[in-house]
């Protein structure tokens, strides 16, 4: 059965997930990186597979002990030679699922949560946001226990904005002017 698409064998892959690993804003795992691969239907998942072992073992990718793959410097040298290669419609694909992929990576690495103990046996969650150049925002909650550390990161992560803006307008706002006790009506 012939293949659709426009990748039609495994080193087209291995162009197709160089260029990918090249763009990518942080390492990743490798279901995302399955997803991005797949942008072309001409792309097979066993050769997908059997060309990011390929590529570790070559040293264009390397991947660490969490599961995340990167690109090597070896790797990003022989894809920028080859990435012309690749289809410009299987470009074009993967770039537009890479600028999403790349905001969420790039917010993910702005907000920052750990948790810690502290002497008596209460927890601080430390809780953390940065901008593109440095932390613009560090809050050190003491919490009961690990179940409500766990949910303060979780919210934390899911609306540190929201967070940091009603600290900056709580702290922003003119003060209310007090009331005069010294008239009489």
Do not use: W
């Not at 992929?101 to 046996?121: D, H, I």
């Not at 934390?156 to 002017?177: G, K, Q």
């Amino acid at each position: 059965m012939s293949k659709t698409g426009f990748i039609r064998d495994k080193l087209d892959i291995k162009f197709l997930i160089l260029y990918i690993m090249a763009r990518a804003a942080a390492p990743l795992d490798f279901p995302t990186m399955t997803d991005l691969t797949l942008c072309d239907d001409g792309v097979d998942y066993f050769e997908f597979a059997e060309a990011v072992a390929e590529l570790v073992n070559t040293g264009h990718l390397e991947v660490d002990g969490n599961g995340l793959y990167s690109i090597t410097e070896k790797g990003r040298t022989n894809g920028s030679i080859c990435e012309s290669s690749l289809a410009y419609s299987v470009r074009t694909k993967a770039d537009r699922q890479l600028l999403l992929l790349n905001a969420k990576l790039r917010r993910n690495a702005q907000v920052r949560a750990e948790v810690f103990p502290r002497p008596g046996g209460s927890l601080t969650a430390r809780l953390s946001l940065d901008d593109s150049f440095e932390t613009i925002m560090t809050l050190d909650l003491m919490v009961n226990d690990s179940e409500q550390a766990a949910q303060l990161v979780s919210c934390f992560r899911e609306r540190a904005e929201l967070l940091y803006n009603t600290i900056l307008n709580v702290l922003l706002c003119e003060p209310e002017p007090e009331p005069d006790n010294d008239r009489e009506n």
